[in-house]
């Protein structure tokens, strides 16, 4: 389905902007209900791409060719490091570059949005309904330190204690590697949505659906209140495509391209409007405010007595989520996932002279899922991936730097105890005697060290109910003022669910879907 068709049509009755987590299920279920839908992305198709399909590579396409080279802000609670933050630039996004875990969140993630339309009644079906199409699967044959990490918090008494150790649930499968053997295989939503689900019924049955990857959009041309049209690159040239009648432009461009595209569109905060030279189309202030991501540490090191052996699944396989003393909500606000290599930030590595390359190291990544701190984005440049100061906020507010302190003494005892003791483990980082003694501005000292992205980047064009001013969308994801524009992406949470972001993006899509379903039944 992805490729440049010949021609363009002059319209479609939707314009879908990015082939990401989001957009290719939004793309999909519009064309599915009728509509003729253009899906625009800036990157390459992922189809046959090896390093995408093979689930344990995902670690070195960080920061590659497909990768928009994006970076979070030093600031001083990450001791003055600049974050790199991952973001795919490819058709399937970073669904196509994740780690794959696939976690549902906490129905209080959703309740507490407090938008109408956007419960976990609300949720649940279109969660269901993408796990009809995506393969989710827990590990077959799961690697010993996923497994060491279930049966330490089971010996430590924490399994149900607030608590649940589980092996992953992956999007990927295990499949036949061609050889004779089984290998883990990516199920990002490009091939879900658009490759493994059944072609549409040919016009007028249902509607039609166009990918054109390689085409950056620049912006949404928006008269006299109403987006009419996308100017995006084709071979490099501006072209222009218009919405036929009442449809509508969808930005699924993710948490930092999708606020860019809306500042290119005229809508943001007039004084933004103003710096960047672009008249305004709409007043919208919270346009890259309320920018929001959990908190990760990759330092807590382990080196093993024997060497840990090949990569199993996405690397990691299995994770453990419980509740700090004075968690954010009801859902689990800790999350402790191992890694089958060392885990750790240069910071880290260069502090403890850890060799990240030695294959006997594994690693235990705690994060904060409850995080209530929260930042903003400056666009400097318009162009799509573009300078943008990315400031997430990452431990700002006291009260995550004491959940995630208490975060890493738990999972510093498990690493201590007698199931990693059987493996052989030492710990290298953070050094002993670093635990329960440790005093709290050791343990800061560290985090600041170790503190990095869970990827989890979101929030920065949020939906709210209809009084709420700080909203960018309206509770249908409709863009403040602007007809016949609408948000579907991670931009568009107003706060970081508990859980990895792909399954509530991908819930959200196709909620959107079901929202502009009136197209199936239009004559
Ligand atoms: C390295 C990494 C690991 C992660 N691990 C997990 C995990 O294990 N589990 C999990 O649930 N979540 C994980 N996430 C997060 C999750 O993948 C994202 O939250 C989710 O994919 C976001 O979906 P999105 O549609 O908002 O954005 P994206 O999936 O990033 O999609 C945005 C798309 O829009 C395209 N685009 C942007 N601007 C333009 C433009 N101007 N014109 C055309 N196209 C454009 C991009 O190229 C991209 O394809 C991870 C993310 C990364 C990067």
Request: aromatic share 4%; hydrophobic share 45%; glycine share 12%.
């Amino acid at each position: 389905m992805p490729g440049a068709p010949a021609v363009l049509a002059p319209a479609y009755d939707h314009v879908v902007v990015g082939g990401g987590g989001a957009g290719c299920v939004v793309a999909r279920r519009l064309a599915e209900r009728g509509a003729t839908v253009l899906l625009l992305e800036a990157g390459p198709d992922d189809a046959g791409r090896e390093d995408v399909a093979d689930a344990g590579a995902w670690p070195a396409m960080l920061g590659g060719e497909l990768d928009w080279g994006l970076a979070y802000a030093p600031s001083p609670q990450v001791a003055g490091r600049r974050i790199p933050l991952p973001r795919g630039r490819v058709l399937g996004g970073s669904s196509s570059t994740n780690a794959m875990l696939w976690y549902r969140g906490h129905p209080g993630d959703y309740d507490g949005w407090g938008v109408p339309g956007w419960t976990w009644a609300d949720l649940a079906p279109c969660l269901a309904r993408a796990e009809g199409v995506l393969r989710v699967e827990r590990p077959h044959d799961p690697h010993p330190v996923a497994t060491a990490l279930v049966e330490a918090v089971e010996a430590a008494g924490r399994q149900g204690a607030g608590g649940l150790a589980e092996l992953a649930e992956l999007t990927a499968a295990s499949e036949d590697d061609g050889a004779g053997g089984r290998a883990s295989r990516r199920w990002s939503t490009s091939r879900a949505y658009l490759r493994e689900l059944p072609p549409l019924a040919p016009v007028p049955v249902s509607g039609s659906l166009t990918v054109l990857t390689g085409s950056p959009v620049l912006r949404v041309d928006v008269q006299r209140g109403r987006a009419v049209a996308v100017v995006h690159l084709v071979g490099g040239r501006a072209a222009r495509t218009a919405v036929a009648g009442d449809g509508e432009v969808v930005l699924c461009g993710g948490a930092v391209e999708t606020p860019r595209l809306l500042l290119a569109s005229g809508v943001g905060d007039p004084a933004d409007l103003e710096r960047l030279g672009v008249p305004v189309a709409s007043a919208v202030p919270g346009v890259g405010r309320n920018l929001q991501d959990h908190p990760l540490l990759e330092g807590v090191t382990l080196r093993l007595r024997e060497p840990r052996g090949p990569v199993r699944d996405n690397g990691g396989g299995a994770v453990w989520n419980w509740r700090s003393s004075s968690p954010r909500g009801d859902a689990p606000d800790l999350h402790c996932f191992v890694t089958q290599a060392a885990c750790a930030t240069p910071a880290v590595a260069a502090a403890h002279h850890l060799d990240r390359s030695d294959p006997h190291l594994v690693g235990l990544g705690v994060g904060l899922m409850g995080s209530r701190s929260r930042g903003h984005l400056v666009v400097r440049d318009l162009a799509p991936g573009g300078a943008v100061d990315l400031h997430p906020g990452l431990l700002a507010d006291p009260a995550d730097r004491a959940a995630l302190r208490q975060g890493l003494r738990d999972v510093l005892e498990l690493a201590d105890g007698p199931v990693f003791a059987a493996l052989g483990a030492q710990r290298l980082a953070p050094l002993p005697p670093a635990g329960p003694t440790t005093s709290d501005t050791d343990l800061e000292e560290f985090m600041s060290l170790a503190c990095t992205t869970f990827f989890h980047a979101c929030g920065t064009a949020a939906m709210g109910r209809e009084d709420d001013e700080r909203a960018v969308l309206d509770p249908e994801l409709r863009v403040r003022g602007v007809d016949g524009l609408r948000v579907a992406d991670a931009s568009a949470f107003p706060t970081v669910p508990t859980c990895n972001t792909l399954a509530p993006v991908v819930a959200l899509a196709e909620r959107l879907a079901d929202l502009l379903a009136p197209w199936a039944v239009r004559p």
